[in-house]
């Protein structure tokens, strides 16, 4: 069992940036591939990041490429989300993920455990 809490979240100018973190229970976090995803109102959760469990390799979705960086401190059993020159469409609520395994997937069904979730507002 990994419990999952983000943090970070709220309300932020267009072309202005935020960093989200996930702290993660368990003494076993550098076995997990972690992820984030968002969720829009009315729009199905998509992927936004995934990183490797050592953190060598990173995957990002086309639309948040070059404005969001993901990173990882296993000493801490964290992930972090750098997000960068926002855009109203970035406006949704925002999840970290654990994967077991090591392959990166966009689909939400092969991730395992989730956390409740941080709201990101962009205004305009």
């Known amino acids: 069992q990994v419990q999952l809490v983000e943090s970070g979240g709220g309300l932020v100018q267009a072309g202005g940036s935020l960093r989200l973190s996930c702290a993660a229970s368990?003494?076993?976090?550098?076995?997990?591939?972690m992820g984030w995803f968002r969720q829009a109102p009315g729009k199905e959760r998509e992927f936004v990041a995934a990183i490797s469990r050592t953190g060598a390799g990173t995957y990002y979705a086309d639309s948040v490429k070059g404005r969001f960086t993901i990173s990882r401190d296993n000493a801490k059993n964290a992930v972090y989300l750098q997000m960068d020159s926002l855009k109203p469409e970035d406006t949704a609520v925002y999840y970290c993920a654990v994967k077991r395994g090591v392959l990166p997937t966009t689909n939400p069904n092969t991730y395992d455990y989730w956390g409740q979730g941080t709201q990101i507002t962009v205004s305009s």
């Open positions: 368990g003494r076993t976090f550098n076995n997990y591939l």
